[in-house]
């Protein structure tokens, strides 16, 4: 589905990314964590096409993604960022009408139909009671399940989340992801997603990849990314990793005391690796 082939990238001379490679299977849930500045939403832009690398190259379906057109490549993929909808005046329904957009000729008809699509999605995330109130009348959560019908109108083969979940609180969180989950198990949808809390990311990704300093450190299942020694260095804690008492996945528990210095050195030893 995705090959990532040795990419890098800098901005005024900073490496942000170094010769990072990685592969991604078609249908999985593919998780990218790391602190901040470590380059994960640069790489996000890079696979969505918003930046192109100074060197290496990036692969749909074996096809370069350089080759696809702008319309080409929304009808293949969508973003979904942290920020909600702005309250720009648009209704919930006419905000998921644009999700339609890469589907459209010049004067803005598609030619089939869509509105039965449109009033699933409404129905799905329980955005009924607002499909035609004005998006400046709606909480942050709400304006972030409006962006979430967005996408899932447009009907990508491949979803990319940049911290969705990172201004909502644990309630909508869980439910974000659970939506998401739901809507791969109903159509094909492979899912790269730039999670900030890891114990998320472990509960929804299938595989988990560590980055630091611009390059990767770790891929692998969450139990193999999430290593007590492992997180400490990357993230300068000392954290308690435990299963969860029904899913099973690793846990991350965190507890204070740790002096900065302590922490400072730990960073110091940990050294990005292909």
């Known amino acids: 589905m995705i090959e990532v082939k040795g990419i890098s990238k800098s901005f005024d001379s900073r490496a942000v990314l170094e ?3 990685f592969a991604v299977k078609e249908g999985e ?9 470590s ?25 370069p993604l350089v080759s696809f057109a702008r319309k080409e490549l929304a009808r293949w993929l969508a973003v979904l960022q942290q920020d909600a909808l702005p309250p720009i005046g648009f209704s919930v329904r006419e905000v998921l009408e644009m999700g339609r957009f890469p589907f459209q000729n010049w004067l803005g008809d598609e030619p ?4 039965g699509l449109i009033d699933a999605i409404l129905a799905k995330l329980q955005l009924e009671p607002f499909a035609d109130r004005s998006l400046e009348y709606l909480s942050g959560g709400e304006r972030q399940r409006v962006a979430l019908g967005k996408v899932m109108a447009q009907q990508p083969r491949l979803l990319l989340l940049d911290e969705p979940t990172t201004f909502l609180d644990i309630g909508y969180q869980v439910q974000m992801m659970d939506t998401v989950r739901r809507w791969q198990s109903e159509q094909p949808l492979t899912v790269v997603a730039v999670l900030h ?11 988990l990849m560590l980055i630091h300093r611009g390059g990767i450190v770790k891929i692998g299942t969450p139990w193999e990314v999430m290593e007590r020694e492992l997180i400490a260095m990357v993230y300068g804690t000392e954290p ?35």
């Open 19 to 21: 010769e990072v490679s």
């Open 29 to 37: 849930t593919f998780g990218i964590i790391g602190p901040n500045g």
């Open 39 to 63: 380059g994960k939403s640069t790489l996000l832009k890079l696979i969505s096409g918003v930046e192109r690398p100074d060197s290496g190259e990036i692969r749909l379906d074996g096809k």
């Open 112 to 115: 089939d139909d869509f509105s």
């Open 197 to 207: 809390d890891l114990n998320l990311a472990a509960q929804y990704c299938d595989r």
């Open 240 to 274: 308690i990793i435990t299963a969860h008492p029904v899913s099973g996945s690793p846990q991350l528990l965190l507890q204070p005391g740790m002096p900065e210095a302590d922490m400072e050195q730990q960073r110091k030893h940990v050294l990005p690796f292909q």
